[in-house]
């Protein structure tokens, strides 16, 4: 560090003007959190934070989180200064259609931008995830002498993340794994959007961190570089001794700089008004116009020579390594560009058959553990869990080591026991896979998808390959009542763009949804493909085999298919996941009274309505009406069955019986399925 210029406090002013003249062009935006922790960010950027401009998906670079999204000026103005490719026309056309400077930080949008951040809090567990993939990565890969893989984590968080519970889902786990190299900045300067935090946010954050096992240091002024300096290095000193990571709680002002409205509510979330503009020019003694940088300020910035010289010895430090263990080398490559094994689709296609072969009649959760354990065997990346249901969603396997901490370092493990945390635990898997290395999964009761929709929505939006596996998918739970039955949640996550939700009817097509969701194309970091999240939804009860030739079982990657089919067919029946059974004997119901009928099995609306209309016409005839059956809400199945279909489903709260007793109750029946065929013709 004693090669770097001492940190100049004017050079902060950099940022702010480009803040607070991007929210003014804008007019709109937050101007206020990227100028109270300007000089947090200048010390950091410049003194710290190991990156490079010229190629920010560098595999070991310090990866930075701007959980507070709503001051992405703040990271703009930061890629744009030391050198990423953001020239100043994307600043001035901050929060505009198409620009890469959008109202919110969005990973594959502006180079540079490690996560999707603004529902605050969320990029806080990304950090903790992207912790996680780091310290699991270096376990397994770095070797006595060579250390390649060896990166902090740094994230700024400002009240509102702090607020949302959670920060303290996935901060507990960082303490309780003692993640050591995250390092987070708390911005703490006492403002909301409602003004002054201390009337609904009196909490003691520091004890509060101290108590999950946090390292924190207290009351660090976030506008005294020499401080900040101090605070950093004292942070990344205990990093190294893996004992936990570290929060810096910063005073700040929010809004340092303008004379008239720093410090107040008034500068969080709007422009500052032309004349607080002028004001605070005067103020910082900045004399240059809106958008224009004096070049003895781009050069301090400019991290690009630095930067190469850091990727530059990272590289020969990976080439010695490479050369020592090549076979490690070309794995650590595979698996952080997101590829899978050159042999995988030959060996999944063996486990679909093998599935088929061995004709099980169980229920779709086991038939999902069992999916997990043979891709597991396959792909050593493939890391996940379960929000403490592992005995229920079945997310463990034979053999399988749980994630523990270890007396320095994590103790390696592919089992990850997440506690009570659903909606922590889906935001950690969008860090984890957005860092690159592995492959997560999570798993829960599907009734409590609701606690980790957002994050479910994010990884959609960021089109990361996370797994979601929710059991217990229906009134087929029986017993435990209304408060654990989805009715709502199926159509509901599906209406959720680019995620794709499978419910399979068998053990074949769960092995098959298992197979398509990781064969999505992988996004790893800011190398965002045209994939993204899947869900498996499961059912707890037993579900009968289906029997099929090799030409149906190909045709449940397409999402819908026909299962089973008769000459001169008058109808379709359309079903998913345990109904699916329903609809094969109200099939043969039917067919004892005359009624020729097709049944049609949909384990994945989301692929079947991206397939050619040829195929979705052969497969649901316009001429034939349909009848579609799900247990839950029927609202989303009127898009296949149309105005003069019927659907049979559940459009109330559940009850607590046994499963047989509600099916009956609720005329999920096969009777009531061949009925509702027979009104239509």
Not at 10 to 20: E, H, Q, W
Not at 129 to 153: K, S, Y
Not at 587 to 611: E, H, K, N, W
Request: glycine share 10%; hydrophobic share 40%.
């Amino acid at each position: 560090m004693s090669a770097l210029p001492a940190p100049d406090p004017s050079m902060a002013n950099a940022i702010r003007v480009l803040a607070m003249d991007a929210v003014q062009q804008a007019k709109s935006g937050h101007p206020g959190a990227p100028m109270g922790m300007a000089d947090i960010a200048h010390v950091l950027w410049t003194r710290h934070l190991r990156h490079n401009p010229a190629d920010p998906a560098w595999i070991d670079r310090d990866r930075f989180v701007l959980s507070n999204g709503h001051g992405s000026m703040l990271l703009y103005a930061l890629l744009h200064l030391t050198g990423y490719d953001l020239p100043m026309a994307e600043l001035r056309q901050f929060r505009q259609l198409h620009s890469r400077t959008p109202g919110h930080p969005e990973v594959g949008v502006t180079p540079g931008v490690e996560t999707t951040t603004g529902p605050l809090g969320q990029g806080l567990a990304n950090g903790v995830g992207m912790a996680l993939a780091q310290a699991l990565l270096a376990q397994e890969f770095n070797r006595p002498g060579h250390t390649v893989i060896d990166h902090d984590t740094y994230v700024f968080v400002g009240d509102g993340c702090l607020m949302e519970g959670i920060s303290h889902e996935a901060c507990s786990l960082a303490g309780t794994l003692g993640l050591s190299r995250l390092i987070v900045f708390y911005d703490d300067n006492g403002i909301s959007i409602d003004g002054h935090v201390e009337n609904w946010f009196a909490d003691d954050t520091p004890s509060r961190f101290e108590a999950y096992g946090w390292y924190v240091l207290r009351d660090v002024d976030g506008h005294d570089m020499t401080a900040i300096e101090a605070a950093i290095v004292q942070a990344r000193a205990h990093a190294a001794s893996g004992r936990g990571p570290t929060l810096i709680c910063c005073r700040t002002v929010i809004g340092r700089g303008a004379p008239n409205k720093a410090g107040s509510e008034k500068v969080h979330g709007s422009p500052l008004g032309a004349e607080e503009v002028a004001a605070t020019r005067k103020a910082l003694g900045w004399t240059h116009p809106p958008f224009e940088i004096p070049q003895d300020v781009y050069d301090y910035w400019d991290g690009r020579a630095r930067g190469a010289r850091q990727q530059s010895d990272w590289q020969s430090r990976f080439d010695r390594y490479a050369a020592q263990y090549p076979d490690l080398a070309a794995e650590l490559r595979r698996r952080m560009a997101g590829k899978l094994p050159v042999d995988f689709v030959e060996r999944a296609r063996a486990f679909v058959q093998s599935t088929q072969d061995k004709a099980e009649s169980i229920a779709t959760r086991k038939a999902s553990q069992q999916a997990i354990q043979a891709f597991a065997a396959m792909l050593p990346e493939l890391l996940g869990g379960s929000a403490d249901l592992t005995g229920s969603n079945f997310t463990d396997w034979p053999g399988v080591e749980p994630l523990r901490r270890g007396a320095q370092h994590l103790q390696p493990g592919r089992h990850i026991n997440f506690g009570v945390r659903e909606f922590g635990m889906a935001a950690i898997l969008n860090g984890i896979a957005l860092h690159g290395g592995y492959l997560p999964f999570g798993g829960t009761f599907l009734t409590f998808s609701d606690y980790s929709r957002n994050a479910l929505r994010m990884a959609s939006l960021m089109r990361q390959r996370v797994i979601h596996v929710f059991t217990h998918d229906s009134i087929g739970l029986g017993e435990d009542g209304p408060t654990h039955q989805p009715i709502e949640h199926a159509g509901s996550l599906r209406l959720i763009p680019n995620l794709h939700v499978w419910r399979p009817c068998d053990t074949t097509e769960t092995a098959v949804a298992w197979q398509m969701a990781l064969s999505r194309p992988a996004s790893v970091g800011m190398d965002v493909q045209g994939g993204g999240p899947s869900a498996l939804l499961l059912s707890r009860q037993n579900l009968p085999f289906v029997a099929r030739d090799a030409a149906t079982t190909e045709a449940i990657s397409r999402g819908g298919y026909v299962l089973r089919d008769m000459v001169g067919a008058r109808a379709v029946i359309i079903a998913t996941g345990s109904e699916v059974e329903l609809a094969l004997q109200a099939q043969d119901q039917l067919a004892a009274r005359g009624v020729a009928t097709r049944v049609a099995s949909m384990p994945c609306t989301q692929i079947f309505d991206v397939q050619d209309a040829g195929w979705r016409a052969a497969v649901l005839p316009p001429d034939l009406p349909r009848v579609a059956v799900e247990a839950g809400g029927t609202t989303t199945w009127y898009k296949y069955v149309g105005t003069t279909g019927a659907v049979v489903g559940i459009d109330t709260f559940g009850e607590s019986a046994p499963a047989g007793v509600l099916f009956k109750y609720f005329n999920l029946t096969a009777a009531h399925v061949a009925a509702a065929v027979e009104q239509l013709l």
